[in-house]
């Protein structure tokens, strides 16, 4: 009730709304955050029934089918499992009252309308998920690169003519070694933390 309450306050509609980081507390997807994991609101946009919430680790969308229902459908996305691509932004026509942010979470895809009056603030987002698409997109490949080495490896062992306790004794190394290299590859090109990010382009 309070935050339907705290809804009409902030005069939302269909239309979404960048809501400052004062406003956090009056929103939902604000009661799902791991503030425990120090996980942070970068982002956020508001309609009547939806919410839409960036943090460094997540996207949040918290789903109402109906303005005038209470019920809320909480969606998460994490960056590290569901990869933003397609990130699109839609300027206004002289007689729009809003722009639109388009982007793609793994299979999902997202059109959120915001007031036009909000265009600054909603560039530095689609700067932000422009670069975190583009840095994945680039790390992906790397790290397939860095695989496919790996693999290759494998293969010129299994050809090499080494007796059966050579072979095991070799096998072993190279999985001892494969596991930590795969372990610290993955830190380094699977990114689950874009706080830098968001600091870098989002100017509350």
Same mark, same amino acid.
């Given at each position: 009730?309070?935050?339907?309450?705290?809804?009409?306050?902030?005069?939302?509609?269909?239309?979404?709304?960048?809501?400052?980081?004062?406003?956090?507390?009056?929103?939902?997807?604000?009661?799902?955050?791991?503030?425990?994991?120090?996980? =942070?609101?970068?982002?956020?946009?508001?309609?009547?029934?939806?919410? $839409?919430?960036?943090?460094?680790?997540?996207?949040?969308?918290?789903?109402?089918?109906?303005?005038?229902?209470? =019920?809320?459908?909480?969606?998460?996305?994490?960056?590290?499992?569901?990869?933003?691509?397609?990130?699109?932004?839609?300027?206004?026509?002289?007689?729009?009252?809003?722009?639109?942010?388009?982007?793609?979470?793994?299979?999902?895809?997202?059109?959120?309308?915001?007031?036009?009056?909000?265009? !600054?603030?909603?560039?530095?987002?689609? =700067?932000?998920?422009?670069?975190?698409?583009?840095?994945?997109?680039?790390? !992906?490949?790397?790290?397939?690169?860095?695989?496919?080495?790996?693999?290759?490896?494998?293969?010129?062992?299994?050809?090499?003519?080494?007796?059966?306790?050579?072979?095991?004794?070799?096998?072993?190394?190279?999985?001892?070694?494969?596991?930590?290299?795969?372990?610290?590859?993955?830190?380094? $090109?699977?990114?689950?933390?874009?706080?830098?990010?968001?600091?870098?382009?989002? !100017? !509350?």
């Amino acid at each position: 009730m309070l935050k339907k309450l705290a809804s009409d306050a902030l005069g939302l509609s269909d239309i979404g709304k960048i809501i400052g980081p004062e406003d956090y507390d009056k929103t939902d997807a604000d009661d799902y955050i791991r503030h425990e994991d120090q996980e =942070k609101i970068y982002f956020l946009i508001k309609t009547k029934a939806d919410e $839409y919430c960036f943090t460094n680790s997540a996207f949040i969308h918290v789903d109402g089918e109906k303005a005038i229902s209470s =019920k809320r459908l909480l969606k998460r996305y994490p960056y590290a499992q569901y990869q933003i691509t397609d990130v699109f932004l839609e300027t206004a026509g002289k007689v729009d009252l809003d722009v639109e942010i388009k982007f793609t979470l793994g299979e999902q895809s997202f059109s959120i309308d915001v007031d036009k009056k909000q265009l !600054n603030k909603l560039n530095d987002l689609y =700067k932000a998920l422009a670069y975190i698409s583009e840095k994945v997109h680039d790390d !992906n490949i790397l790290f397939e690169l860095a695989t496919g080495s790996l693999d290759k490896a494998v293969t010129v062992l299994q050809n090499t003519r080494l007796s059966d306790i050579q072979l095991a004794d070799q096998y072993k190394q190279l999985t001892e070694f494969s596991f930590s290299w795969l372990t610290s590859a993955r830190e380094q $090109y699977q990114i689950k933390d874009f706080g830098d990010v968001f600091e870098r382009y989002i !100017n !509350n």
